[in-house]
């Protein structure tokens, strides 16, 4: 089964970068499509960001589009979100999964601890 760990989060000021890791172990991580999520502090989770398998694909929620880019390094078991131009808004906890999810969390959870990211005005 395919487990994750997102890291690189941090505070910034607005108009900073963050990139973003999730290291990923399970032989079958290259078949996978992937996702970043994000949750602000009372609110539902999003996606942000999908990539496909081979990482020939990509999709972003309108917000970010043209300010983030998600990759993959198959060899490596890791997906990235660059953010840039980051704004208050931007503001959540990141998560990373399969998509759609699967469990990936500890005791069959879908979702792990994920990584904080803070934008300062």
């Known amino acids: 089964q395919v487990q994750v760990a997102e890291s690189g989060g941090g505070l910034v000021q607005a108009g900073g970068s963050l990139r973003l890791s999730c290291a990923a172990s399970?032989?079958?991580?290259?078949?996978?499509?992937m996702a970043w999520f994000r949750r602000a502090p009372g609110k539902e989770r999003d996606l942000v960001a999908t990539?496909?398998?081979?990482?020939?694909?990509?999709w972003y929620v309108e917000s970010v589009k043209g300010r983030f880019t998600i990759s993959r390094d198959n060899a490596k078991n890791t997906v990235y979100l660059q953010m840039n131009s980051l704004s208050p808004e931007d503001t959540a906890v990141y998560y990373c999964?399969?998509?759609?999810?699967?469990?990936?969390?500890?005791?069959?959870?879908?979702w792990g601890q994920g990584t904080q990211v803070t934008v300062s005005s």
């Open positions: 999964n399969t998509d759609p999810p699967l469990p990936i969390g500890e005791k069959g959870d879908y």
């Open positions: 399970g032989r079958t991580f290259s078949d996978y499509d």
């Open positions: 990539i496909s398998a081979s990482g020939g694909s990509a």
